[in-house]
């Protein structure tokens, strides 16, 4: 039997693409092999029993169970954001605790304000401002001074102890720490309407707006992430951790013309002064009659040795990679 050139032609290039199919298809297994080994995706599981501040989530619900669900993977695949939050939570939890202990307040709501402001002093769209996030009429109705030289929205005890109040008047309202969560997310006139409307006093039947009805799923999302970061793939060894800043106060009760003359007969800069103090808002300060405030001094040394291991407290609430 004889071949034509036309056929053996044929014959070969059938041959070259079944050689070609073939090693694609294996280079497409391999990969995913690899993709699969390095990269894999999983699906997390939503725990079986969940409080916040003592309150427990219905977990049985299947509407609670999902919002719970899409925040823990939100947050837990945002990776890069999950991981700072954890390491400022080891600077600023030591610093907030005991405010919220002394005021009455549930440790929980340590992670309202990392849902709010992720732990820095940022300013919303609507100009809400700080670690808590109050607007400037709702922080002068709290107490706090806010003026050209001075916000104290930017002062983490300060506006913590506003905060308190707040949440201690929304629990005295509603009977319901979680309620009292929602209120300081919504408002209390809003949701007390919407208490109303609704005639139910649960947070988790209550049809909400978008973001209040994400904000406590949020919360529990963090709290999951934070208290137990290895369970959802986060490693973070201890000296990789902000360390709690270190510091001395200062009384002053007379005008600071200048601040970066004040900080180095500190013996500090100017911009360390604002790291630690950024509630001063100006390069001076002016002083009424009557009046005193306490700067933070970076203790001696600090800047340089924040990340020696015995800056960090041995009884974190973090916990942490040996």
């Known amino acids: 039997m004889s071949w034509s050139k036309g056929k053996i032609l044929l014959?070969?290039?059938?041959?070259?693409?079944?050689?070609?199919v073939f090693a694609?298809?294996?280079?497409?297994?391999?990969?995913?092999?690899?993709?699969?080994?390095?990269?894999?995706?999983?699906?997390?599981?939503?725990?079986?029993?969940?409080?916040?501040?003592?309150?427990?989530?219905?977990?049985?619900?299947?509407?609670?169970?999902?919002?719970?669900?899409?925040?823990?993977?939100?947050?837990?695949?945002?990776?890069?954001?999950?991981?700072f939050l954890i390491k400022r939570a080891n600077r600023y939890f030591p610093e907030i605790e005991p405010i919220l202990k002394d005021e009455g307040i549930p440790l929980d709501f340590k992670y309202l304000?990392?849902?709010e402001s992720g732990l820095t002093n940022t300013v919303s769209p609507l100009s809400a401002t700080g670690f808590w996030q109050f607007l400037k009429k709702t922080g002068k109705e709290y107490g706090l001074?806010?003026?050209e030289e001075i916000d104290e929205r930017y002062n983490l005890e300060k506006s913590t102890r506003a905060?308190?109040?707040?949440?201690?008047?929304?629990?005295?309202?509603?009977?319901?720490?979680?309620?009292?969560?929602?209120?300081?997310?919504?408002?209390?006139?809003?949701?007390?309407?919407?208490?109303?409307i609704q005639e139910d006093t649960n947070y988790y039947n209550l049809f909400l707006n978008e973001e209040t009805a994400r904000y406590i799923y949020?919360?529990?999302?963090?709290?999951?992430?934070?208290?137990?970061?290895?369970?959802?793939?986060?490693?973070?060894?201890?000296?990789?951790l902000y360390p709690p800043l270190k510091y001395t106060e200062l009384k002053v009760d007379s005008n600071i013309p200048d601040l970066a003359v004040f900080a180095k007969k500190n013996k500090t800069n100017y911009k360390v002064l604002?790291?630690?103090?950024?509630?001063?808002?100006?390069?001076?300060?002016t002083i009424k009659k009557k009046?005193?405030?306490?700067?933070?001094?970076?203790?001696?040394?600090?800047?340089?040795?924040?990340?020696?291991e015995n800056n960090f407290p041995s009884d974190s609430t973090l916990k942490l990679t040996p």
Request: net charge neutral; proline share 3%; charged share 25%.
């Open 11 to 20: 014959l070969m290039t059938l041959l070259v693409f079944i050689i070609v």
């Open 24 to 83: 694609l298809s294996s280079y497409k297994l391999e990969s995913a092999n690899r993709f699969k080994e390095k990269y894999s995706i999983f699906s997390i599981s939503v725990p079986e029993k969940l409080d916040f501040a003592g309150e427990q989530v219905p977990l049985n619900y299947f509407d609670v169970k999902e919002s719970l669900d899409r925040e823990l993977h939100v947050n837990t695949y945002w990776q890069s954001q999950t991981i």
């Open 113 to 115: 304000v990392v849902a």
């Open 145 to 147: 001074e806010i003026n």
């Open 163 to 196: 905060a308190c109040k707040f949440l201690k008047e929304s629990y005295f309202k509603y009977g319901s720490w979680t309620l009292a969560a929602a209120s300081y997310n919504m408002g209390r006139l809003a949701l007390s309407r919407t208490i109303e």
């Open 218 to 240: 949020r919360i529990l999302a963090i709290k999951l992430l934070i208290e137990n970061p290895e369970l959802y793939g986060f490693y973070i060894d201890k000296k990789d």
């Open 274 to 285: 604002k790291i630690f103090n950024p509630w001063l808002r100006d390069s001076a300060l």
């Open 291 to 308: 009046t005193s405030y306490l700067i933070k001094i970076p203790a001696e040394g600090f800047r340089e040795s924040a990340y020696a």
